[in-house]
């Protein structure tokens, strides 16, 4: 069951992660400051531009963690782990099964797989953290 | 907020997309497909009425109709056709959840649970009138849909687990869908049990899947409100099904939620 936990909490921590790393992110968000390093230009219609952007090092409760997510097309094709918890070899077991996981579940939510999300009512404070509102940014 | 189109640029697929901050939420325009010019047109007209909505509806605006009807300045009577249609429409859902929705429920008139519903499905309504076929509108998380993300392709959406921020706990898909979502996630406890007045104490959030978003969003918060009793009252609604995520992370269906959704992550 400890693996379910770590898999539960650790995919709130990657779509944070992931949110984070989009281009436009608006002030709001949290404070996992990302360092774009696209190639090619920005479009000016709000869709990211092609390429691949690192993530800033994140602690969580499990060990800091750090990704990088490939953008074509405006849709996300590609999530890699840079860095994983790896204190000892109980967390290195955890995340070999957990990030391949997870990266399938964020590339589900982000690539094409959903057009939109319900939830509770949010407000318009709330609607930044959404996955609607990443949804309306990425234009999938 | 810009005009539409401001913010709604053309995909190269064709369709549009257009996000709007109103009524204290926000709501997201999505339409697939070919745009004409109409429906254009339709998308400026459909955000220009939920501003007028707003003023005419919103219980925080002093001189709101509702506002002055609550302060009986107003009899429902002297009200324009439209005030008059939401009175109507929420009588008849009083009735039709045994008074578990009731917009009287804090003692003050408050129709703001059927107003964004109703608003939400009017609006995919004018923008389907207007020639467009796939049209997906989210208002604060209720959604009404027509048509399919793609022709042939129904849409998905995926429902925000009330647990795990981030996470979903199913994906329901079809083509002319309402989904409606109740919880204490995003605004506390602001459901009333009109029993009581108290804050009504359901599951972590409700989720309700039928064809049209006014009664379907309805039938979600008289479901949140009646607890312990909404799992045979859902399933006892045509048209409609359920599923809810409870406080202890494990959940429970209609028996005929299955033919639209899938749960994401089976209980814990």
Same mark, same amino acid.
């Given at each position: 069951m ?5 898999t ?9 992660l992931l949110?984070s790393? $989009? !281009?436009?992110?608006p002030?709001?968000l949290?404070a996992?400051a ?6 090619g230009s920005r ?5 990211p531009a092609d390429g691949t952007?690192?993530?800033? !090092?994140?602690?969580t409760r ?8 490939t953008v $074509?097309?405006?849709v ?5 782990v ?9 967390d290195?077991?955890?995340a070999a099964y957990?990030?391949?996981?997870l990266t ?6 982000h690539?094409?797989a959903i057009d939109?999300v ?6 318009s404070?709330?609607y930044?953290r ?9 234009g999938? | ?6 913010t709604?640029p053309v ?6 997309r257009h ?15 070919p745009v ?13 009425r939920l501003h007028h ?5 919103s /219980?925080y605006? /002093?001189?709101?109709a509702?506002s ?8 429902p009577?002297d ?8 009175l109507g429409?929420?009588e008849?859902a009083r ?7 009731? !917009?009287a429920?804090?003692?003050v ?5 059927l107003v $964004? ?8 309504r004018?923008l389907?009138? +207007?020639g ?7 208002g604060g ?14 849409w998905?959406?995926g429902?925000a687990h /009330?647990?795990r921020?981030g996470a979903?706990?199913?994906?329901v ?10 919880g204490t996630?995003e605004?506390?406890a ?12 359901? /599951?972590?959030?409700l989720?309700v899947?039928?064809?049209?978003l006014?009664m ?5 918060t008289?479901?949140?409100?009646r607890?312990?009793?909404a799992a ?6 045509p048209?409609h099904? +359920?599923?809810?995520v409870?406080?202890d992370?494990g ?7 299955p033919a639209y959704g899938?749960?994401?992550a089976?209980?814990?």
């Amino acid at each position: 069951m400890r693996r379910a936990v770590l898999t539960t909490a650790s995919t709130g921590a990657l779509v944070v992660l992931l949110l984070s790393l $989009k !281009p436009h992110h608006p002030a709001g968000l949290p404070a996992a400051a990302p360092a774009p390093s696209p190639a090619g230009s920005r479009p000016s219609g709000g869709r990211p531009a092609d390429g691949t952007y690192t993530g800033s !090092p994140v602690p969580t409760r499990y060990g800091t963690v750090q990704v990088a997510a490939t953008v $074509k097309g405006g849709v996300l094709t590609a999530v890699k782990v840079l860095r994983v918890p790896s204190e000892n070899g109980r967390d290195q077991e955890i995340a070999a099964y957990a990030v391949p996981r997870l990266t399938q579940e964020a590339l589900s939510v982000h690539g094409a797989a959903i057009d939109a999300v319900s939830g509770a009512s949010y407000t318009s404070a709330g609607y930044i953290r959404s996955l609607q509102s990443a949804l309306d940014r990425a234009g999938v | 907020m810009s005009e539409p189109g401001g913010t709604g640029p053309v995909s190269e697929r064709g369709g549009l997309r257009h996000v709007e901050h109103v009524m204290g939420t926000v709501f997201s325009f999505d339409v697939r497909g070919p745009v004409t010019a109409a429906v254009g047109t339709a998308l400026a007209a459909a955000v220009a009425r939920l501003h007028h909505i707003d003023r005419v509806f919103s /219980p925080y605006r /002093p001189d709101s109709a509702v506002s002055r009807l609550a302060r009986g300045e107003l009899r429902p009577a002297d009200c324009s056709a439209e005030v008059r249609e939401v009175l109507g429409r929420c009588e008849a859902a009083r009735r039709a959840t045994d008074g578990w929705f009731d !917009p009287a429920a804090g003692g003050v008139l408050d129709p703001s649970g059927l107003v $964004k519903g109703w608003a939400v499905e009017d609006a995919a309504r004018r923008l389907r009138a +207007a020639g467009a076929r796939h049209v997906c509108v989210n208002g604060g998380g209720d959604l009404q849909m027509f048509g399919g993300a793609a022709p042939g392709v129904p849409w998905r959406v995926g429902i925000a687990h /009330p647990l795990r921020p981030g996470a979903l706990c199913a994906v329901v898909s079809g083509h002319d869908l309402a989904v409606a979502t109740s919880g204490t996630a995003e605004r506390g406890a602001h459901i009333l049990d009109p029993r009581t007045g108290a804050p009504a104490r359901g /599951p972590a959030s409700l989720t309700v899947v039928g064809p049209r978003l006014t009664m379907t969003d309805v039938y979600a918060t008289a479901a949140f409100a009646r607890g312990a009793g909404a799992a045979g009252w859902l399933e006892s609604l045509p048209g409609h099904e +359920a599923l809810a995520v409870t406080g202890d992370g494990g959940s429970w269906h209609t028996a005929g939620f299955p033919a639209y959704g899938v749960p994401v992550a089976a209980g814990r």
